[in-house]
């Protein structure tokens, strides 16, 4: 497996947004696994799609738009409470 600090650049980058998650209130260890997703993405290693969601549970996935809708009032309330 490739490093996730591929060039400096993104060294550099990536301490950059550590830093920032963690000044956002992101636990470290949260904020290095968020990095470490990034980098997955960066690669390519995350691009297949699986019909594994309708496997298990019988029905399609929501999409992003109707997740986000749906968890509005608890994700205001998350916000509201910091």
Do not use: C, K
Request: positive net charge; glycine residues 4%; without cysteine.
């Amino acid at each position: 497996m490739r490093s996730v600090a591929a060039s400096s650049s993104w060294t550099h980058r990536q301490m950059l947004m550590r830093q920032a998650l963690v000044d956002a209130g992101f636990p470290a260890r949260q904020a290095d696994g968020l990095i470490e997703d990034y980098a997955h993405y960066r690669r390519n290693e995350a691009s297949m799609v699986t019909a594994r969601v309708v496997d298990a549970t019988g029905r399609e996935p929501p999409s992003f738009q109707d997740f986000a809708r749906d968890y509005t009032t608890q994700f205001s309330q998350a916000i509201a409470a910091r």
